[in-house]
């Protein structure tokens, strides 16, 4: 069945069948991906993103906040920033899907300072969240334009919005104060450094920064930090960059530290995950 548009700590990733298994990245600058899984499964990991995914065919599984979750094709699934879960093919056959992953602060831009909207569940056939969705994860073949992604995430942010009920608005003074904490971390991502100077470089209580941090990015400073490290790492290995050597470029302390907090990350190990998106794959399926 093919899903489409309207309004109606395991073990590693194994690659049961190579044939049937494989993750391949779209085009452009937005993270999105398309999976085929088969009788395989994610370990429990945690990503700072929201993960706005649709199953395309199959049952897609998972453990979210406590409860086992299943979508089916057509379906949404709406994972919340730094929420544990896990994935697997439901029924033992084949699972199909794609995903988008956008940063909590790309969300905050539209809402302007507002707490990030909470989604309870994690599956939804909410006809608004499947609108935008459609405009992130429908044409797939191709990178979406600035404007594009701009006007897909708008509908995207007061869609989750919507579906999660009452807004918080954050302080304008904490929302700088997170902002500045935000850039301190991305322009020192291999160094490291401490609450004591992230309150020094935006002049915040380093506890109230905390909080507010994580109402306005969804996640710790520290596990923030972690994740920009993650990202360059796998932009330097897909480019054909030993693990060893990412592993010492991107801040880690070892390599064993890197597998260790890149399967926190992704379910996944490091070569597991490189395996996967090498993987030969097909694009029979359409939203």
């Known amino acids: 069945m093919t899903a489409r548009f309207n309004n109606s700590d395991a073990g590693e990733f194994e690659l049961v069948d190579p044939g049937e298994n494989w993750l391949v990245e779209a085009p452009g600058d937005i993270d999105r991906i398309e999976a085929c899984l088969t009788g395989v499964a994610f370990a429990p990991h945690r990503h700072d993103t929201y993960t706005i995914g649709v199953t395309l065919s199959g049952i897609q599984s998972f453990t979210y906040r406590g409860a086992e979750r299943s979508s089916y094709p057509g379906q949404m699934v709406i994972l919340h920033p730094d ?26 831009g539209v809402l302007n300072g ?11 056939i909410d006809a608004r969240l499947h609108r935008a969705a459609a405009a992130l994860l429908g044409d797939y073949e191709r990178p979406l334009s600035k404007l594009e992604y701009q006007d897909a995430l708008y ?3 007061f ?6 009920g009452a807004a ?17 971390i991305e322009a020192n991502l291999t160094s490291g450094f ?17 909080r507010d941090f994580r109402a306005m990015f969804g996640t710790s400073p520290y596990r923030y930090l972690t994740l920009r490290r993650l990202d360059l790492a796998r932009r330097m290995m897909r480019v054909g960059g030993a ?20 399967k926190q990350a992704y379910g996944l190990t490091p070569k597991a995950w490189l395996t996967a998106v090498q993987r030969p794959h097909d694009h029979s399926r359409t939203i």
């Open 155 to 157: 509908d995207l942010a």
């Open 168 to 184: 918080v608005a954050i302080k304008r003074a904490n929302r700088e104060a997170a902002a500045g904490a935000r850039d301190y």
């Open 83 to 108: 929420e544990q879960h896990d994935g697997r093919a439901g029924d033992g056959g084949a699972l199909r899907y794609r995903a988008a992953y956008i940063a909590p602060g790309d969300i905050q």
């Open 194 to 210: 401490s609450l004591e100077e992230l309150e020094r470089a935006t002049g915040h209580c380093r506890w109230q920064l905390s």
């Open 243 to 262: 693990i060893a050597d990412v592993a010492q470029d991107c801040g880690f302390s070892d390599q064993s530290h890197f597998g260790r907090m890149f």
């Open 159 to 164: 869609a989750l919005q919507a579906a999660a």
């Open 114 to 124: 507002q707490a990030l909207p909470f989604v309870e569940d994690g599956v939804s």
